[in-house]
């Protein structure tokens, strides 16, 4: 059976199971990273340690994403964000830096946010030192995980893929059924 022959009505309710598996997907991504979560917080102005022990032969993901949320007669959201590790000699590990502006209005908001990730593989048990900061804008989220597979990582990007393709589905099979998109 080719794509040409599956009627709207088989269309429609494949892509009401495909959207139920990319929300199964993102969800169960998002519930996989809680169990290589170190630490997780929102921070807001200003420069941010966040020291943490570091164990032989592991690695550790730093996800550092930035927002500035402007609203009224703002004309652009700003924002600014450094980050870097240091080990406890205070040698530089790994850095990285991101900014991103807005314009557009989306719901009475302008949003400017962007991010980066750090990546750390430890030699040895040590207490590393996180520095984050947020140059301009209104906070930044940070994330430490440990020995993260790339797959739990990827995942809830996948299921937001995966969704994409049920919407598209389901779109055409109401359109070949004679109702509204």
Not at 39 to 44: D, E, I, L, N, P
Not at 71 to 79: D, H, R, S, V
Request: one cysteine or more; hydrophobic letters at 40%; aromatic letters at 8%.
């Amino acid at each position: 059976m080719s794509a040409s022959q599956i009627s709207p009505k088989q269309k429609y309710f494949a892509g009401i199971f495909t959207v139920m598996i990319a929300l199964m997907v993102f969800l169960g991504g998002n519930f996989q990273k809680d169990q290589y979560r170190l630490h997780s917080q929102r921070y807001t102005k200003g420069s941010h340690t966040i020291p943490f022990l570091v164990g032989t032969d592991a690695t550790y993901k730093i996800a550092i994403w930035a927002v500035d949320e402007e609203t009224g007669l703002q004309q652009w959201a700003t924002m600014s964000c450094e980050g870097e590790i240091r080990d406890s000699s205070g040698k530089l590990v790994d850095a990285g830096e991101a900014v991103a502006t807005a314009s557009d209005e989306k719901g009475g908001i302008r949003r400017a946010q962007n991010g980066f990730d750090l990546d750390v593989q430890s030699t040895k048990t040590e207490e590393l030192v996180l520095t984050v900061h947020l140059l301009e804008g209104d906070y930044v989220d940070v994330e430490v995980l440990q020995d993260i597979p790339t797959l739990i990582h990827l995942l809830p990007g996948i299921g937001v893929l995966i969704g994409f393709a049920g919407a598209i589905l389901i779109t055409k099979g109401r359109a070949g059924m004679g109702q509204p998109v």
